[in-house]
């Protein structure tokens, strides 16, 4: 399964920005989805993750009540809804197949990845 990520970009803060990610194909099992972000010089974070169903998410504390994680399977994509964008949500985001149907918070739960985009949150 191949990933690609789209809708990176520069925003100024308090704007908004809406990340996808399409898979190349279904998975062969029901598989939850995450949103993973690195900053330069930074180790890889978590941001948010849903379940298959999509009845099941989570959000990393710092993007609580600003992002929201949503997917629709028939087009085999996950979406990441950013607003209230702060200078320190600047990061290449990365979206994530988990290996369960769960929604994984710690990137050993994922087996493939996207190659990121890039969000930049000017002052």
């Known amino acids: 399964v191949q990933l690609q990520a789209f809708g990176g970009g520069l925003v100024q803060a308090g704007g908004s920005l809406s990340l996808s990610c399409a898979a190349s194909?279904?998975?062969?099992?029901?598989?939850?989805m995450g949103w993973f972000r690195q900053a330069p010089g930074k180790e890889r974070e978590f941001v948010a993750a849903?379940?298959?169903?999509?009845?099941?998410?989570n959000y990393a504390d710092s993007v609580k009540g600003r992002f929201t994680i949503s997917r629709d399977n028939a087009k085999n994509t996950v979406f990441l809804q950013m607003n209230s964008l702060k200078t320190e949500d600047t990061a290449v985001y990365y979206c994530?197949?988990?290996?369960?149907?769960?929604?994984?918070?710690?990137?050993?739960?994922?087996?493939?990845w996207g190659h990121g985009t890039l969000v930049t949150v000017s002052s």
């Open positions: 194909r279904r998975p062969s099992s029901n598989n939850g």
């Open positions: 994530a197949q988990a290996l369960s149907s769960m929604a994984p918070v710690v990137p050993s739960g994922y087996r493939y």
């Open positions: 849903i379940s298959w169903k999509g009845g099941f998410t």
